[in-house]
T-cell receptor
């Protein structure tokens, strides 16, 4: 099993550009989530999904969109990048009733 | 909203010492609690998961305890080694979400 795979690992965007962060898991986990990690603020939930076709907002959803067309994939879209979205983004998945497995992260810089 | 606090924010100990990391949470209605390790510039690695019905979990030199009624969990590391240096995060599963503390940065000095 590859676990949770995130691409790209690093990305630099200009303000106003859009992009998609990719996340894929091969463990058949129902639950998938996107977090952002900022110094001094810990991990904050952006969006999550409890299964294919079902998504919901977390603590900091503004400026981000998600979709879950398959169990395996959960992409995160930045609609119009802003410097405040400079962060490290983590995707995680888990089966119901169990803990999370995290991807290795995407380090995003918006200039 | 669940609030998760980890104190201290940073800890430095000599090699070989036994140590305890603390995690407290405000809402005792939890499903489970998970401890992670994060190395600089890396992702989170799961260490232990404690279900709400459990009191503790052990893996090698690590032992995590859970006291739901008092809103506390501790991570005990026995015989610390320089390779244990990392940031340790706890996450509390409440409702549909996991809430994370800001972590304890541990340095083990050879």
């Amino acid at each position: 099993n590859a676990g949770v795979t995130q691409t790209p690992k690093f990305q630099v965007l200009k303000t106003g550009q859009s992009m998609t962060l990719q996340c894929a898991q091969d463990m058949n986990h129902e639950y998938m989530s996107w977090y952002r990690q900022d110094p001094g603020m810990g991990l904050r939930l952006i969006h999550y999904s409890v299964g294919a076709g079902i998504t919901d907002q977390g603590e900091v959803p503004n400026g981000y969109n998600v979709s879950r067309s398959t169990t395996e994939d959960f992409p995160l879209r930045l609609l119009s990048a802003a410097p405040s979205q400079t962060s490290v983004y983590f995707c995680a998945s888990r089966p119901q009733g169990h803990g999370y497995t995290f991807g290795s992260g995407t380090r995003l810089t918006v200039v | 909203k669940q609030e998760v606090t980890q104190i201290p924010a940073a800890l430095s100990v000599p090699e070989g010492e036994n140590l305890v990391l603390n995690c407290s949470f405000t809402d005792s209605a939890i499903y489970n609690l998970q401890w992670f390790r994060q190395d600089p510039g890396k992702g989170l690695t799961s260490l232990l998961l404690i279900q709400s019905s459990q009191r503790e979990q052990t893996s090698g030199r690590l032992n995590a305890s859970l006291d739901k009624s008092s809103g506390r969990s501790t991570l005990y590391i026995a015989a610390s080694q320089p390779g244990d240096s990392a940031t340790y995060l706890c996450a509390v599963h409440t409702g549909n979400q996991f809430y994370f503390g800001t972590g304890t940065s541990l340095t083990v000095i050879p």
